[in-house]
């Protein structure tokens, strides 16, 4: 990996020739105000032809191809065109002097964009060149593209993991700050997925591998990676099709400015103009109105923004995308596994003339044997020791479990098998948010169970946030029967919730508040029933841990550990980047337009090169803020 906000060589190079231009122009200065250097064209002009090529020829040289390419009126040109002319009226310090300034813009921008760049480019290199395999009971380095699925790979410690699987064997931390930018590492042990790109911490895991390379979230990573600026913003396209409109006016106001002389002196023969102040004018007109600072700032506040976002877990897939979430009005959110785990747990315990360790004793006798997740998070939840012994396990579909125990009848599965086999249910079954498991023990109840998906712990304060952030519309959109999705809303502080959807209802119910928005809607999900929704939002947000690859591949923004407290923190990252960009813009214009008022007064080509290059460089160092 190069090192962090180092000169490139290339930038080194650009240094040496800005630094021996200006040392030879302060001495040029020296000799020519002491009259060493004879004050005659044809003495003062090759001299200064020396620091003028040493730090000019390049865009000299740009600006003929760009002229061969049919790409006319560029900076390239227009610097060109106004230094050349700067030597031709005799202003030779202020032609080298000019240059010398662009130059240094240029330096400025190529640094800025570099490290900027760097953010996204370290992503590049998560992913290992080779995989250890093993075949035919050895291990092999190949290529990750060649790990066929179901085949095991072995990964030391330190070692990056090249694909995604689950741990058949070992146990570890990984490292996953260049995948979400969490700076604790992850335990993981057997029977737990891994991704690829985390490194490995001190343990030697052996991974199943469940997804061809193409597929894993390395690969997917990488594809997003490198087409994260591909998609222009509004405001980055705006100012490219000023800038192609603009500058071709420019050239012509320059042109007619510099031939006010001829005119004048046509139409009043007797009126002798000064042609050559007229033509430095013109000159400087030039100098001034070039848009580097909108043409470079814009689209570089963009790009250092994707990559401050990066570095915080979050990608985002083009600058449009980033300039659409400074202004998010309502956004929307899928239940399971966004809002809440995906997981299920025992949230409530609820006997009647029984203990809760009791009561869950029972419960598991009878679900042990079930691959069902409420079963299992019952299971889970009750104590390991005291187990109850129970006969005849009969399982009743839609209904339950029904088993013999100390000569008695368990009942354990929902209300209608308790109604079935004649047991009296209290009035009251509503504990709480999740799904009810009834208990009953030879025709007496002996109390419920509540098996619920959790909501995920930063959820609630996210949602503080966002609303703090202005966003004025919170739902939740699920899939979910009425009651759960009500206890989630209330639990999570959401402003509204639409429940019982299947996913064609999910698009109709984000098509209507696409309708009622005031600015941005914003939908976050992680299945692969929210990709139709995610594609049709303005901005689709999506979990990219575990999140399906149907959802990663419609967002417009992954959130790479799932974790919704980066929502908060994108929109921030995108308001900043707005009003940097806003600020570059009325601040280029405005300074611009009062340096070309001021130059039809008080023409002055070292005022007007700093107009232009001055104010580009000011323009980019302001939008490497984004990037902080």
């Known amino acids: 990996m190069k090192p962090k906000n180092r000169l490139t060589r290339r930038q080194k190079k650009n240094l040496f020739r800005i630094l021996l231009a200006g040392g030879l122009l302060a001495v040029l200065e020296i000799l020519c105000l002491t009259h060493t250097l004879p004050d005659v064209w044809y003495w003062r002009l090759p001299f200064f032809l020396i620091p003028y090529l040493a730090v000019g020829f390049d865009v000299l040289r740009k600006s003929v ?38 130059q240094v813009g240029e330096l400025f921008q190529n640094i800025a964009v570099g490290r900027s760049r760097n953010s996204i480019t370290e992503l590049m290199e998560i992913c290992p060149e080779t995989a250890r395999v093993e075949r035919n009971g050895e291990e092999q380095e190949i290529d990750p593209g060649e790990v066929a699925v179901g085949e095991i790979i072995v990964i030391r410690p330190g070692e990056k993991i090249p694909l995604d699987g689950v741990i058949v064997e070992g146990n570890s931390a990984l490292d996953t700050r260049s995948l979400t930018g969490e700076s604790l590492p992850r335990d993981v042990a057997p029977g737990d997925e891994v991704i690829s790109g985390c490194l490995n911490g001190e343990g030697l895991l052996r991974v199943r591998v469940t997804k061809p390379f193409a597929d894993s979230t390395v690969s997917k990573i990488l594809e997003l990676v490198e087409n994260s600026t591909a998609a222009k913003s509004r405001a980055e396209g ?71 976002a990066s570095k915080r877990g979050i990608l985002i897939k083009g600058a449009n995308d980033l300039e659409s979430l400074a202004k998010v009005d309502t956004i929307a959110f899928d239940k399971t596994g966004t809002l809440t785990e995906g997981s299920f747990q025992v949230s409530g315990v609820y006997p009647v003339g029984m203990s809760e360790d009791q009561l ?92 619920s998906d959790v909501c995920k712990p930063e959820a609630a304060g996210s949602i503080r946030d966002l609303r703090a952030l202005g966003v004025r519309r919170t739902v939740m959109l699920s899939g979910d029967r009425e009651p759960t999705a009500k206890a989630v809303c209330e639990a999570l502080g959401l402003d509204e919730y639409r429940a019982d959807l299947l996913p064609g209802d999910k698009v109709a119910a984000a098509e209507a508040l696409l309708a009622e928005k005031q600015g941005t809607f914003v939908y976050v999900g992680d299945g692969t029933n929210d990709a139709p929704v995610l594609a049709r939002a303005d901005v689709g947000v999506a979990m990219g841990a575990f999140g399906s690859d149907a959802a990663i591949e419609a967002a417009d923004v992954v959130l790479m550990d799932d974790s919704l407290a980066r929502l908060p923190i994108l929109l921030k990252l ?34 007007a090169t700093f107009a232009d290059v001055g104010v580009a460089v000011l323009a980019i160092l302001n939008a490497s803020r984004a990037g902080r």
């Open 65 to 102: 191809l760009g002229i061969a390419h049919g790409q006319l009126l560029d900076e390239n040109f227009l610097m060109s065109i106004a230094t050349i002319g700067a030597l031709a009226i005799g202003e030779y310090p202020e032609a080298v002097f000019v240059m010398l300034f662009y």
């Open 574 to 607: 995108a308001r900043k980047t707005r009003r940097i960009v806003v600020q570059n813009i009325v601040f280029a214009i405005s300074v611009k337009i009062a340096f070309l008022v001021f130059n039809l007064f008080f023409p002055n080509l070292w005022l």
């Open 238 to 308: 705006m100012v490219t099709k000023f800038a192609r409109v603009y500058t071709p006016v420019v050239v012509g106001l320059a042109a007619l400015i510099a031939l006010v002389p001829a005119i004048v002196h046509w139409i009043s023969p007797a009126t002798l103009p000064d042609a050559m102040g007229m033509v430095k004018t013109a000159l400087i007109f030039l100098v001034v109105s070039c848009p580097c600072a909108l043409v470079i700032s814009v689209p570089l506040s963009y790009f250092a923004g994707i990559g401050s």
């Open 360 to 451: 869950l004793l029972l419960a598991a006798a009878a679900e042990q044997h079930s691959n069902h997740p409420v079963a299992r998070s019952i299971v889970a939840a009750a104590p390991k020791n005291g187990l109850i012994v129970v006969e005849n396990l009969e399982e009743i579909p839609g209904h339950g479990m029904r088993a013999m125990t100390e000569g008695k009848v368990l009942l354990v599965g929902n209300a209608r098998l308790l109604i079935r086999e004649g047991v009296s249910l209290p009035n009251d079954q509503s504990k709480t948010m999740g799904t009810v498991v009834f208990l009953a023990l030879d025709g007496i109840f002996c109390g419920t169970i509540v098996v």
